[in-house]
């Protein structure tokens, strides 16, 4: 049996179980988890190991890159700068990007950056890992580009270019980067261990991440033939996964999209502001109404790029998915988040005031609700 360290309220103890289970019977190596219930913390748990070798036991402040639950973060910040009257989510995005007004895409609203309805879900060019990396790279091939579809008809899950396009509204607006605005906004003072753009003095904190071999390459290329091009764009160009995360130089980047490294105790905070009407430990980062505005829903559909995984029609807010009725964060379908990569997921429930926070290394298959997730889920529901 792994050992389960932190603290779990009596009431959560099925948090706990399956938690343990997600060991025993799910294929976890290292992992955390964080409850809160109206700002105060039921659960916060960890164990296992933070390499592949199980060398390394999981610490309590452990940090490990959590993919697109990063989004959710991120978003958090453009929905403070649209509070605070620097951003209009109607307003198109060339009024603060100029450049971006290229091909078409003048009119293009901020709210289709946020909602995965630009369309663009990935970059036309040949992109390699290392070009991630480079933003002013990527901010101007996607300024310049045509969308794959028409603006605004449906939502096509922007997998990387997400990060550059709204984080560079918000370089444009606010003149900091958004690994800085978070630092400086958000996790600085609130004092949580989160950051997008890692410094090299805490590497020694951070978990390798785990991933099993893709299928072999005749059934890896019928899976890439069925696609639509522009989901071949947003997942395969380029193809990254944990062996290109695990490389200094990606935790040293930002990628506003993927590259968050955190603990679950951080993330449940950050989308615990979202869960508590915009503030969090006697902090108010947004008002109830901001807060009310970022889980409207745009629209419902068969997503152009996830759409076949998830097997009918999801519904994304303003950088939230959400819940839905495939209760993918809860019963409560107005609930929200964001899945990552592999299995993390953030959960806020403005309704429950409830937060979850998950990360973990050994990374899944399924493009969304791990089972690892649906069963902390359905715990900590189960306690409400």
């Not at 959710?72 to 453009?78: H, N, R």
């Not at 059934?219 to 091009?229: N, S, T, V």
């Not at 955190?262 to 109830?288: F, I, P």
Request: with cysteine; charged share 20%; aromatic share 8%.
């Amino acid at each position: 049996m792994v050992a389960i360290h932190g603290d779990c309220d009596d009431r959560f103890e099925g948090v706990r179980k399956a938690f343990e289970e997600n060991f025993s019977a799910r294929g976890e190596i290292g992992a955390a988890v964080a409850v809160t219930v109206d700002g105060t913390t039921v659960a916060d748990l960890w164990g296992g190991h933070a390499d592949r070798a199980r060398t390394r036991p999981w610490e309590r402040d452990t940090l490990v890159n959590a993919w697109s639950t990063t989004k959710g973060i991120v978003a958090l910040c453009v929905h403070m700068l649209a509070d605070r009257g620097l951003l209009d989510l109607d307003a198109p995005v060339a009024s603060y990007w100029p450049e971006f007004a290229a091909a078409g895409k003048r009119d293009l609203p901020v709210r289709w950056l946020l909602s995965h309805r630009a369309g663009l879900s990935g970059t036309r060019e040949p992109t390699t890992g290392d070009d991630l990396l480079d933003w002013e790279l990527m901010t101007s091939r996607l300024a310049a580009m045509e969308p794959w579809w028409e603006p605004g008809s449906r939502s096509g899950y922007h997998a990387l270019t997400y990060g550059y396009l709204v984080g560079e509204v918000v370089r444009r607006i606010d003149g900091r980067t958004v690994g800085r605005f978070l630092r400086e906004e958000v996790t600085g003072p609130l004092g949580l261990d989160f950051a997008v753009g890692l410094p090299e003095s805490e590497d020694g904190r951070v978990a390798e991440l785990v991933q099993e071999p893709p299928p072999a390459g005749s059934e890896q290329a019928e899976i890439y033939a069925q696609m639509h091009p522009a989901a071949l764009a947003a997942l395969a160009n380029p193809l990254f996964g944990a062996e290109g995360a695990n490389t200094p130089a990606w935790r040293r980047a930002e990628v506003p999209a993927a590259n968050g490294h955190g603990t679950a105790r951080a993330v449940a905070a950050l989308y615990g502001v979202m869960a508590c009407g915009g503030s969090w430990d006697g902090r108010r980062l947004l008002s109830a109404e901001a807060v009310e505005r970022a889980w409207q829903g745009q629209g419902s559909c068969v997503d152009l790029v996830l759409g076949a995984g998830f097997g009918g029609e999801t519904e994304i807010a303003l950088g939230y998915w959400l819940s839905g009725a495939r209760g993918s964060y809860g019963p409560n379908p107005r609930a929200f988040g964001h899945d990552g990569y592999g299995g993390s997921f953030g959960l806020a429930d403005p309704e429950a005031r409830l937060s979850i926070g998950y990360v973990m290394n050994h990374m899944g298959v399924q493009i969304s609700d791990d089972p690892r997730k649906m069963a902390l889920v359905e715990a900590a529901y189960a306690a409400l």
